[in-house]
Nanobody
């Protein structure tokens, strides 16, 4: 069983930065695709960024050029560096791990961007 624990959320002013971290348990982290998703009130959960086991990345158009996803396999951790934050980035951010048919989610961390 994999557990994902997010940290790093909080309240920040527009234009500011935050770095989210997600620590994963288990031994398959380095072979897994890791992703960050977010869900704003009244909206569906959406993809923010993903990084493959080989390090390939993909971003939502709304965050390209502002957010960076990265991973440190030795620490079983994936990061999301968020710069130039906007009020519309306010949401609960969730970490996701995919390994073949296995699909795990963290409990989420709140990010609030004030204008």
């Amino acid at each position: 069983q994999v557990q994902l624990v997010e940290s790093g959320g909080g309240l920040v002013q527009a234009g500011g930065s935050l770095r989210l971290s997600c620590l994963a348990s288990g031994s398959n982290f380095r072979f897994s695709t890791m992703g960050w998703y977010r869900q704003a009130p009244g909206k569906q959960r959406e993809l923010v960024a993903v990084i493959s086991s080989a390090g390939s990345t993909k971003y939502a158009d709304s965050v390209k050029g502002r957010f960076t996803i990265s991973r440190t396999n030795a620490k079983n951790t994936v990061y999301l560096q968020m710069n130039s934050l906007k009020p519309e980035d306010t949401a609960v951010y969730y970490c996701n791990l995919k390994y073949y048919a296995d699909d795990y989610w963290g409990q989420g961390t709140q990010v609030t961007v004030s204008s």
